[in-house]
């Protein structure tokens, strides 16, 4: 339905004359005339309280199918760093009837961990700020450390709360229902590992290597991580040094070896994969994680320059093969940007 007949029948439902609901909107009346009749639209600043006037959501006003609405959500959700509480509200609303949709129920449900999880996300930066401040005030006293330990997930000293048994089982319990698919079993394998429970990850890695769709370099950059998760360093250089060596060109390895040598804090070596990875990966666009792994490695080296350089070329990277202009991405990446040439 066009939106000038929308907007019709909304004022018949809601009992309004044009002149009444051009009263309420503060417009003359033969403005809601010309967007009944097609003649014009109304401006993108007055929908919020058209909306708000017929108690509907925006959304509404356009009759967007259910699959624009939840592209509307997922792109919302996107670009956007903080929701409003009544976009909060009305994106949670809609969701909610589409759980049970034959159509649309798993990428609702997905779409709804992703609001809770957005709205988590923007809580959390604003808590791991008052707290900060509240250390800064009372540096010696202990109290709102595990605030900021929750928020932007610091290390956590005892081991009873830093250990991944909920995930593990989690975890194992999807792979048991789904044998045969692949991604559960290497998030399974993350969490053993993390655990250094090194038995039971080779014993699932065994498994994963048994899959159909199994891939044999993960394979080999799993033995690896598992050889170090028993504190057996040459075994687990030696995997990765043979890997390497028999796929130079393989950008997928070249990154898995990078992230493994950052992990050992052999930060040169780890730099100089991330940018073999980095040139010669065939995806276009291509994604910023080297570039971020690599500002990283330079901040903690201290090379606060080459950091922010770096970050030049992430900005570089988000513009031109990503066509970003006013992202949340962007910003993000300008903002690390400055703080790092403040330090330097």
């Not at 009749?37 to 509907?56: C, Q, R």
């Not at 930066?125 to 900021?148: E, H, M, N, S, T």
């Not at 990850?201 to 690896?224: N, S, T, W």
């Amino acid at each position: 339905m066009e939106l000038g007949k929308k907007i019709r029948q909304l004022r018949f439902k809601a009992g309004l004359t044009q002149e009444q609901l051009a009263e309420k909107l503060g417009i003359g009346a033969q403005a809601v005339s010309k967007w009944e009749n097609s003649v014009a639209m109304p401006d993108i600043t007055t929908l919020p309280l058209l909306a708000e006037t017929f108690g509907v959501s925006i959304d509404d006003l356009f009759d967007l199918t259910s699959e624009q609405r939840l592209n509307r959500i997922e792109n919302s959700l996107d670009i956007t760093e903080e929701l409003p509480q009544d976009l909060f509200r009305e994106y949670e609303d809609f969701l909610k009837t589409q759980l049970d949709d034959g159509q649309n129920g798993q990428r609702a449900t997905s779409l709804i961990a992703y609001l809770y999880w957005h709205r988590m996300n923007s809580c959390a930066a604003q808590a791991a700020r008052y707290a900060k401040d509240a250390i800064r005030k009372a540096p010696g006293v202990k109290d709102c450390q595990w605030v900021l330990n929750r928020a932007e997930g610091h290390a956590v000293w005892d081991w009873n709360i830093a250990n991944h048994t909920k995930a593990v089982e989690f975890w194992r319990g999807i792979v048991e229902d789904n044998p045969e698919v692949r991604l559960p079993y290497l998030y399974l394998l993350d969490n053993l590992i993390a655990d250094h429970r090194a038995d039971e990850a080779e014993a699932c890695l065994d498994r994963v290597a048994g899959l159909p769709d199994a891939r044999p370099v993960m394979v080999q950059v799993y033995r690896a991580h598992i050889a170090l998760a028993r504190f057996d360093a040459e075994t687990a250089d030696r995997i990765m040094e043979d890997l390497t060596a028999a796929h130079p060109e393989d950008p997928v390895c070249l990154f898995e070896a990078a992230q493994y040598y950052a992990k050992k804090g052999e930060y040169r070596k780890a730099v100089a994969l991330y940018e073999q990875s980095y040139e010669k990966s065939a995806r276009r666009p291509r994604f910023t994680d080297e570039l971020t792994a690599i500002a990283d490695i330079y901040e903690i080296m201290g090379e606060y320059r080459k950091a922010a350089e770096t970050y030049d070329r992430i900005i570089d990277l988000l513009k031109n093969e990503w066509g970003f202009t006013e992202d949340t991405d962007l910003r993000q990446a300008e903002k690390e940007k400055a703080r790092l040439l403040a330090k330097a």
